[in-house]
């Protein structure tokens, strides 16, 4: 069985680190390349980086940010935000991001996961789905969470998966910010449908909510506001689920 792995995930906007919640008042987190080696050295096993404005503004994440970045990890670095098209990936690609994530784009063409992955790799190819509990079910949203895209979650990632996606980034947006633990009911309805990793996200707060992740089928777990503000450190994350029976790397790192 694979290491769970934990994931902090830094939401830019204009070159800064922002968190709000549920996608919305987002303010200030700190310096993006400061924050990455802080969580390298703390025992991060990968990072994330989503330019949060990029769709909305109609442009790519911003390419200096994501050397500035890259420059200082070691450890897999996915970026996304407004990819929409190859040369979107490339680019990110070739600024330091080991995987790209993209949402909306795949909603709109899904074949573009398809070329993706045959062009860099399904390793390299990250479906990002923002989801919202409705009526109908889980929803796929876009556009930084402001659509409905018409999707139900189970058949869009295992569709996407067909096509090509090598990882589901899965986000809950009602829990997102909120500190009441992952959407375990959205995980465990998930999982079944694809054989991918999936990256647990929204609402993660303490261990336990990460231990709960990994329970109900996440294969990492990823946070922001936690990790910024010092709330919990990463190493004590991995021992309560290493306490669980769940494997994790617990290497120092200096």
């Known amino acids: 069985m694979p290491a769970f792995r934990i994931v902090p995930c830094l939401d830019v906007r204009a070159g800064r680190v922002v968190k709000g919640v549920n996608f919305r008042h987002l303010r200030d987190s700190g310096d993006p390349a400061e924050l990455a080696v802080r969580y390298r050295n703390e025992g991060a096993d990968e990072l994330v980086l989503l330019d949060v404005a990029a769709t909305l503004e109609g442009r790519l994440a911003m390419l200096e940010t994501v050397r500035r970045v890259a420059e ?18 490339a680019a990110l690609l070739a600024a330091g991001a080991d995987k790209v994530a993209l949402n909306t784009a795949a909603v709109t063409d ?13 390793q390299c190819v990250v479906l990002a789905v923002d989801v919202r509990r409705g009526p109908a079910g889980f929803q796929v949203t876009t556009h930084a969470a402001g659509r409905l895209a018409g999707l139900e979650v189970c058949e869009w990632v295992a569709r996407a998966e067909a096509l090509g996606a090598g990882e589901i980034l899965l986000t809950s947006v009602d829990r997102d910010g909120t500190g009441r633990g992952f959407d375990e009911e959205l995980l465990a309805t998930v999982r079944p449908a694809v054989t991918v990793p999936i990256v647990a996200s929204g609402g993660g707060e303490t261990p336990a909510h990460f231990v709960a992740a990994a329970q109900a089928g996440a294969d990492a ?6 990790f910024h503000q010092a709330r919990v450190r990463i190493e004590e994350i991995k021992r309560a689920l290493a306490a669980a029976g769940i494997p994790v790397r617990l290497e120092e790192r200096t």
């Open 72 to 89: 200082v990890l070691d450890i897999p670095f996915t970026v996304g935000g407004g990819v929409r098209g190859e040369e979107d990936a």
């Open 221 to 226: 777990g990823l946070a922001a506001t936690i």
């Open 110 to 122: 899904p074949p573009l996961l398809t070329r993706l992955a045959e062009r860099f790799g399904s």
